[in-house]
């Protein structure tokens, strides 16, 4: 697997790019953003990359960041939507705007991309926003700091909300929380 490439750009589309990377050419379909972060011809880059492999075909997708690349992974396990789909919702709307899209049920953005009709819509939201919810749990969690964890502090309370948003029932995160050692 390709995880990233670093090269100059040799030619450059709205959709595409390809890059000279020591003398090998890669075409690889980009989203907006990243297009809009591109160099102009002959300019260095650096792009992360999907790679797709089917029977008759190796694809690659570049993206300006990490975070754009794992929005990408997760609209591609949605029933219905592949790789073109995908980046095609990227393309359409920043990924803040797409998140708090999903977060908030909000289809318009998700289906300004083409080829993207409201049952797509709809499913996109319904695949992504718990995963998106869990995500952000995390990451506020992440921002607790340890030595407010005292049994009915603020802390353990954000601990068992986080363990009841990612499918834990209340007994398994009252006794995961009781087995922490604070």
Known sequence: MIAFLRGR??????????????????LVAITAAARDRMPSVGGE???QIYTQVRED?????GFA??????????LIEVDGV???VGLAILSSANLDLLKRAILTDD?????RAPGVGPRTA??????LKPKLEADAALASLSRVPVTSGAPGSEATRQVEATLRTLGFS???????????DW
């Open 45 to 47: 880059t650096e792009l």
């Open 82 to 84: 592949g790789p073109k």
């Open 107 to 111: 289809v318009g953005p998700i289906r």
């Open 65 to 74: 960041s990490v975070e754009e690349l794992e929005m990408f992974r997760m």
């Open 9 to 26: 750009v040799q030619r450059l589309t709205p959709e595409m790019v390809v890059l000279d990377v020591n003398g090998v050419g890669y």
């Open 57 to 61: 075909q190796l694809a690659l997708y």
């Open 170 to 180: 209340a007994a398994e995160a009252r006794s995961a929380i009781d087995s922490i």
């Open 122 to 127: 709809q499913k996109v939201i319904i695949d």
